[in-house]
Nanobody, 124 residues
Framework: QVQLVESGGGLVQAGGSLRLSCAVS????????MAWFRQAAGKEREIVAA????????YHADAVKGRFTTSRDNAKNTVYLQMNSLKPEDTAIYYC?????????????????WGQGTQVTVSS
């Protein structure tokens, strides 16, 4: 089992920044790919970013490329999502997930473990 706990969400004005954290515990060796998803009200869940737990490979969705950056600190077993230049359309619940597979296939691989989510609200 892998346990994932997100934190760092909140209310921010458009143009502002937030950093989300995902604390990873349990059998972390199973966390081959760590990803961030989001789900806005009335919309389907979509992948935002992903990175390898033991590699430097990353993936960022076109909608956030250049504004969001995902990173990790293996010593702290924590994954981060730095979100800059936030827009109202970034408002959503953000989830951390763990899966197996190559990072470049992040939108298509199976994710076995999920966090409870953290709300991000961007006001205009």
């Amino acid at each position: 089992q892998v346990q994932l706990v997100e934190s760092g969400g909140g209310l921010v004005q458009a143009g502002g920044s937030l950093r989300l954290s995902c604390a990873v515990s349990g059998r972390t060796f199973r966390a081959q790919v760590m990803a961030w998803f989001r789900q806005a009200a009335g919309k389907e869940r979509e992948i935002v970013a992903a990175l390898g737990w033991k590699s430097d490979s990353t993936y960022h969705a076109d909608a956030v490329k250049g504004r969001f950056t995902t990173s990790r600190d293996n010593a702290k077993n924590t994954v981060y999502l730095q979100m800059n230049s936030l827009k109202p359309e970034d408002t959503a619940i953000y989830y951390c997930a763990s899966g197996t597979g190559p990072v470049f296939l992040a939108p298509r691989i199976k994710y076995d473990y999920w966090g409870q989510g953290t709300q991000v609200t961007v006001s205009s």
